[in-house]
C-alpha cells in the first residue's frame, strides 16, 4: 500500500498508535460480556460531556453514512416533509437521500462558498411546515463552518420540527453545544476529528426524536430502534465492535485529557496558519469570506496553471496527500484536512511547505 510522510486528508485521518492499540486486545463476545456494557455506558457519558448534552446516546458499527440514513429512515415516512438547509454537497445530499425513499423534500439553498442565512430558512421553514429540518455543521468540501445552529434549531423548534445535525467532521475540533443548539439528532462520524478508523458512528438523541422514532418504527440494519434499550437490556440488535468502543472511548479520553477547550484552541491555530501560510504563496480560499471558514478543514482552488490531477500527483510525488473534491467542487477546490490527530501546527508547516514548492 501507498503510504505518505505527511497525511492532510479530511478523514479518515491518521490513527495515532495510542488509538491503534485498542485493536491489540482480544475480546470474548460483546453480546454476553457485562465489560463490553460498562465500556459502552461509560463511552456514552464521556460523549455527552463532549458534546455537552444530556441527551440519550447511540454509537453504532458503520461509517458516519450509515447514521446520515438512519436519521432519515428513522424520522420520515414516504410523503412526510424534510427540509435540507444547504450550503454544500452533504446539506443538499439529506435531501437526494430522503427522496430515494418518497420523501417531499425541498431544499433551503446557498452557495458552497457561503453559510446559510438563518432568516431565509425561517421563511421557508413557516412556509413548508417540514417534519424534519436538516443542517450541516462543517461542509467539509466547501470547508465552511455554519455558524447559526443555535438559531436554525430554535426555527426547527417554532414550526415543530425536529432539528437533525450533521457535526461528523467538526464536533470535538470547534465550539458545539447540542443542547443550547437544540439539536434532537446530532451525527458525529469517527474517522474526523475522533481520529479512528471509519468504523463507528455516534448519534445524540433527545427524548422528542426518540418519540418521533418510535412513531415512525423504522426496520432496518441502520435502524435507530432497539438502542433505546440496549444499556438497560444488555441486548444489542447485532455484534458490536468492542476494539472499536475500546478506541472510541481512548480517543474520547484524549480530548477530555486535553480539555475540550484547549483542542478547540489547537484546531483555530492549524486553521489560521494554515490559512495565513496560503495566503503567503498565493493560494486563493474556497470560501467567500475567511471567517466562514472550519477550523478543522481549510478548502483551497487550484491554481489555474495546474490541474487537480497534476497538482495531486506533484504532491504525493514529494510524500504530502491532501483531499481532492467531489461534484461540482471536483477538479476546482482542494482540501487541506487539520482535523483530530492532524491539527498539529508543525504537520501543517510541513505540508504547506510542500505545496509552496511544487506550486513556485
Ligand atoms: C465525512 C463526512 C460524512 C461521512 O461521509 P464519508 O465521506 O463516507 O466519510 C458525512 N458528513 C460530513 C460533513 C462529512 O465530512
Redesign the pocket.
Known sequence: MERYRIGLV???VSVPPEIRAAWDYDYASSDLEDEFFSLYNDTQELTRKILRTQNDIVITSG???SI?WASLKCTLKPGEKLLAVSSGL?GEGFADMARTFGVNAEVCAFDYDDVPDPEKVREHARKFQPKVITA??????SGTLTPCLAELGEIAHEVGALFVV?F???AGGCELDVDACSIDIG?L?C??VLSLT?CLSVSTISPRAWEVIEGVNYAGYESYNSWREVPAKHYMPYTHDWQAVNALNISLNMILREGVSEAVTRHKNAAELCRALGRDMGLKLYPKHEEFCSPTVTAFYVPEKFTWPELDSLLREKGLAVGGNYGVLAGKVFRVGHMGSQADNDLVREGMSIIREVIA
Open positions: 479530511p478523514g479518515p461509517e458516519a453514512m446520515l452533504f450541516v455543521h462543517c461542509e467539509t468540501p450533521d461528523v467532521s467538526s451525527l462520524g474517522q474526523k471509519p
